[in-house]
């Protein structure tokens, strides 16, 4: 229900079928997303999950004979999520584009597992959520030194960049010195760059906070940050 009902589509496989009608399911609600960027539209295509689409591949292969190689992943089960991202896009054509969202479980918040790895060479970016920044209580739980997009500095201005690449510097030393300074072994004036992610921990972790039923804009963000840094509210 809602104004977007009538432009949406939803393609639902239970997580207790078949491997390949859960293969088919990703694939088919690709397909659905191609037929339209036929037709000139741009399509937001969210598939939820990569992993579960490698899990199903991995079943059909080995059911198939295929021998296991990284974590008992056969390579075509590796080389359908490959296939699968790359179907994703503009077209020349006609116009019309896919934007694909994909989320990835990490089999125990493993950055190196084999599905992360062949979806994190491919994507043109990734917010990785990190189970350690949830038990803080910090939501959405986005570790900022592991995500990523490529295509930042072609979409952005070059002060926003400047303002984000300083954000994640700060970000970063904070978190590399975090059981120093929570210990209080850490020595105001030992280091400039800690001084100020020290300074401005708090105010930043507000920044990256958010209500489920919030909403910010881009450019309100961009002022919020470049607040941090001015010494404004």
Known sequence: SGPRAATTAIVAVPADHAANLRMRGALLATSLAEHLR?????????????????????????????????????????????????????????????????????????????????????????????????????????????SLSRVMNDIVSPDHAKAARRFRALSATYEANRDLVMMGAYRKGTDALLDEAIALNARMVDFLSQDIGSHVDIPAAVMQMNGLFAGEN
Do not use: F
Request: proline residues 5%.
């Open 38 to 146: 036929g037709q000139g539209k741009r399509v937001l295509l969210i598939l939820d999950s990569l992993t579960r689409v490698a899990h199903a591949a991995r079943e059909m292969g080995i059911l198939l004979g295929e021998p296991g190689a990284a974590r008992g992943y056969p390579p075509s089960a590796l080389a359908t999520i490959t296939k699968l991202i790359e179907r994703a896009g503009n077209s020349g054509e006609t116009g019309g584009a896919v934007t694909g969202v994909y989320t990835v479980l990490a089999d125990g918040d493993d950055q190196n597992d084999p599905v992360v790895d062949t979806a994190r060479a491919i994507l043109d970016g990734h917010i990785v959520l990190s189970r350690e920044i949830a038990q803080r209580g910090q939501y959405p739980a986005v570790d900022v030194g592991a």
